[in-house]
């Protein structure tokens, strides 16, 4: 799942450590989700919309789904 979480972090200025702490999660979190490594909980993909004044569609973005086989 493709995020703009890197720019909306940048434009607020924030660390990636200072998001982490604002959400509850380690900087490691972080750095995974905004790589595409990690997709994060649903609770936790709406505590981030929230923080940034957002809905959850604009800052993720499921991409195509994946063929099977």
Avoid: H
């Avoid at 660390?15 to 997709?39: C, F, H, M, P, W």
Wanted: net charge negative; charged share 35%; hydrophobic share 40%.
């Amino acid at each position: 799942m493709r995020n703009d979480i890197k720019a909306r972090r940048a434009e607020c200025r924030w660390s990636q450590a200072e998001l982490g702490k604002a959400l509850g999660v380690s900087r490691q979190t972080v750095i995974a989700i905004e790589n595409d490594k990690y997709d994060p909980s649903l609770p936790l993909a709406f505590a981030i919309a929230r923080l940034f004044e957002a809905r959850i569609e604009d800052v993720f973005d499921p991409g195509e789904p994946e063929a099977d086989g």
